[in-house]
């Protein structure tokens, strides 16, 4: 939190000191995890009482989540305005690389923003549940306006079992999660 | 980018490092992260078999004149199945193992009565009629591989009604068992 303090100190030093030069300038930050390295999700499903599950499709929650978010991600995006905004929006996307397996695919993992539970076994994830993709999708767009922006997001992920996947190698199968942050 | 800009980055970066951000100046900037996703599937094998009783109650068949019948032996229906076979129950098998073959098992834990024995008791997978009679050895019912998702095997029941059959009223206990190799 010290770039609450140091900005501010930035902002009115320069523009004490050079009045005449100012111009709009949108800093933008990113933080998964608050920032913690290594971040991993695990879903692991020998953990759960509920494999196999009574019915096909089902969707489980991470074995294990990350520090700041049990069920899955969490994120937190700013947007700091200095002399006013350069863009009019910043965009939150996320997609998935490569497909953890030839039987598991990214799609099978789904990521939601708003608090929901998940689906019952037997039935297909609804919105707000969202599947992962090989290619980038929208979590956000935030409007920018003249000031500053603080966004935190609680993306909680799912896996989906389908009937046909097959067990893994003990070690498990990875994929990797990416997600962006810019504006426009 | 103008000068004064220089110092006001250094500063956010400076701090960003200390709190594992990543930043930039938009437009231009692209953000980055990555979160590192483990699955593990354990092989595993299921077995669900439904826990209501299967009933025979020959005053239902007394009462409609089945009961007893023209000649012996006579075969009767269950008065009362199960909530997934309204002839027998319900059995169904999970495996997702492509490499490992499971075997399902089925016996019976005795007699009724001196003249009511187990093997007047039949099952057949549900629908195909290839009755055999229960005993008390472990006998294989089916067998397979990867079932993708629940394999029903559902067993019908039958009762086989014989002449010296006197009254009675016990129940027996029939068992499944599920391995794979």
Redesign the interface.
Known sequence: ???KI??PL?IVF?TVC?PH?V?A??????????????????????NSPD??P???PACYYPSQG?QTNSKG?YIEVR??N?FGQ??SN?YLDIK?YPN?SAS?TCDQ?YWTITPTTLPSPGTEPQPPWTPLSLNWDNVDIIPIGRRSIYREYYMDMC?K?E??????P??????????????? | MKKWLIPVIIGVWAVSLNAGLSFGIAPGATLNDSVRVHIVIPSIIGLYVSTDSVVFDFNVYVSNGTYPPSSFPAYYDPTTGTAENPNGVGVRVFSNSPTYTWHLETWGSGDFSTTVTLDQLEYSPRGAATWSSFSTTQTEIATGGKTGGWANNDQDYRFRAEADDEPVDAGVYIYYRLYAN
Do not use: C
């Open positions: 939190m010290r770039y140091i900005l930035l320069f050079f030069k111009q300038i949108s800093i933008i930050i990113l933080s998964v995890d608050k920032g913690n390295s290594n971040v991993e999700l695990t879903f692991d499903l020998g494999f196999p009574p019915q096909l990350t991600i947007v700091i200095i350069s863009i910043a998935a953890p598991v993992i896996f079992l009937s046909d996947d097959e067990p893994t003990p070690s498990g199968i990875e994929t990797t999660i990416y997600i962006r942050f810019y504006g426009l």
